[in-house]
């Protein structure tokens, strides 16, 4: 039974509130499911306007070399996470993992090179363990610093840069995963061209103590209205992203997660840092040879949502167990119901039908690239 | 005569048929509806059997019969648009029409004002 009374708060909680939010238990804080407009209301006013959600429950962690060389802290995250981190310009972000000596996923995440440091976005669920990791290895050649005093707030959709451009008026030549410096109302922030709906938009880390100002400040604008987390769920399905604990997890590789594309070649093998993170020899291998199961897009022939958890089938009557649903939903821009599953690879050609069971059920989809929404970035 | 269940169902009775829905509280509860799946007509529930489901964006939720009886009609209309249920669901968004075992077991159903006790 949850307690709400024990269940942390971000520093827009009483905005939420008074707004009229459903809040639920989320990762351990109070968090808005939605608002009075509803799911579908919030997840179409992302697509077609702007959105504000509030994701301050994420962690945010500083992380800077002892030596004082950028460099070194590239190469310590580095022996963390299978991604090109020393490649990565001032300036610039990239999404990668934490992966542990089986070669399976921690945590996903996003890493800044901000010129005299990296600032990394971890998932609220993890952001503890994400710290305690961090500290543990790179702690002696690195000050990790958790920023406890932060809040974090997305502005997402085709209106956002619109948006924001009446605050600040230089981030119209900012491109997708670019990350800044700016002010908005005088109140320092660090801005990333970046986001989880699939659209263009921005992340923007503010101090905890202006959160509720600048959110105020943004929500006045006529294009924007609040997001909750069901429409934010709704959106990084259609967008094919994974969430961590659901798609992506402590028994899933990167290469079953099909996410081979966060491993630049410089950390493959034959590149010029092969190697050197958590579970390399099995990551390495199947960069190489292929991983036996894959995560794909699912797309049911009917109406009903197929939801994570749902077993999948390679027949109608159910015989053959082949794996598992880990995210579903309704797409409001897909028109429908949208998965997410793990599948063997030979069947991970799109176009495969295969089955789900529902209620009792076996209810036929198809195997669908990814994502079921064009994405907008501003590359 | 209108009923009203503990699990947030409706009941508008005309002698031994009653035609069934969610309430509003019971709507606003759900959310956005997505998908609602109705029973066959001519198929037979006992009081609180498992009738029909519906899912939200976020979740399947099950609507039990509220008294025992046989379907004679499901409507369709939600069906194709299970947004309906939400814009008016003690009017066009009704579910089934059961024709019932026992009339007389609707008195013991709530009336509107119990109803209103009950989610106030």
Redesign the interface.
């Known amino acids: 039974m949850d307690d709400t009374a024990t269940l942390k708060q971000t520093p827009l909680h009483a905005l939420h509130v008074s707004l009229g939010a459903r809040m639920v238990p989320f990762a351990g804080y109070d968090m808005p499911?939605?608002y009075p407009a509803?799911?579908?209301?919030e997840h179409l006013q992302t697509r077609n306007a702007c959105g504000l959600f509030d994701v301050s429950h994420m962690g945010q962690v500083l992380v800077r070399a002892r030596s004082g060389n950028n460099d070194d802290a590239a190469l310590a995250l580095e022996s963390l996470v299978p991604a090109d981190i020393l490649g990565l310009k001032p300036g610039r972000q990239r999404y990668g993992f934490f992966t542990d000596d089986d070669g399976c996923i921690l945590d996903d995440l996003m890493i800044a090179n901000r010129g005299d440091h990296f600032f990394v976005v971890v998932n609220a669920g993890c952001k503890d363990a994400d710290f305690a990791h961090l500290e543990k290895h790179l702690g002696k050649s690195c000050e990790i610093t958790p920023l406890n005093d932060r809040a974090l707030l997305a502005l997402q959709g085709p209106r956002a840069e619109g948006v924001l451009a009446e605050f600040w008026a230089d981030i119209s030549d900012m491109k997708f995963m670019d990350v800044r410096d700016i002010e908005i109302h005088d109140v320092a922030c660090i801005v990333s061209r970046s986001g989880y709906s699939g659209e263009d938009g921005f992340e923007i880390s503010v101090p905890a103590d202006r959160a509720e100002t600048i959110a105020k400040a943004l929500l006045e604008h006529p294009d924007v209205e609040p997001i909750g987390l069901?429409a934010r769920d709704?959106l990084r399905l259609e967008a094919g992203l994974c969430l961590y604990g659901n798609d992506i997890d402590t028994t899933t590789t990167p290469v079953e997660a099909a996410l081979e594309w966060a491993m630049q070649k410089a950390r493959r093998n034959g590149g010029a840092r092969a190697g050197g993170f958590p579970g390399a020899e099995r990551i390495l291998s199947e960069l190489d040879a292929g991983a036996p199961r894959r995560r794909v897009g699912l797309k049911p022939d009917g109406?009903?949502?197929v939801?994570s958890h749902a077993k999948l089938f390679a027949d109608a009557e159910g015989a053959e167990e082949i794996g598992e649903v880990t995210s579903g939903?309704?797409g409001p821009n897909a028109e429908g119901?949208v998965a997410m599953g793990y599948v063997p690879t030979a069947l991970s050609v799109v176009g495969t039908q295969i089955f789900a069971e529902v209620?009792g059920k076996f209810l036929p989809m198809t195997v669908t690239a990814l994502p079921f929404v064009t994405p907008t970035y501003k590359r | 005569m209108l009923k009203f269940t503990q699990e947030h169902e409706w009941l508008q009775i005309d002698g031994d048929i009653a035609t069934v829905g969610i309430t509003t509280h019971a709507a606003e509860q759900l959310g956005d509806l997505v998908f609602v799946e109705l029973p066959d007509t001519g198929a037979t529930f006992d009081k609180n059997d498992n009738a029909a489901t519906v899912e939200s964006v976020k979740a399947a939720s099950d609507v039990y019969c509220p008294l025992a009886g046989e379907i004679v009609e499901s409507n369709p209309a939600i069906v194709a648009d299970p947004a309906l249920v939400n814009s008016d669901p003690m009017g066009a968004g009704w579910f089934f029409k059961l024709k019932l075992a026992n009339p007389a077991d609707a008195e013991a159903l709530l009336d509107e004002a119990a109803y209103k006790e009950l989610i106030a």
């Open positions: 499911v939605q509803g799911v579908m209301k069901g709704s109406k009903a949502p939801r939903t309704f119901p209620r």
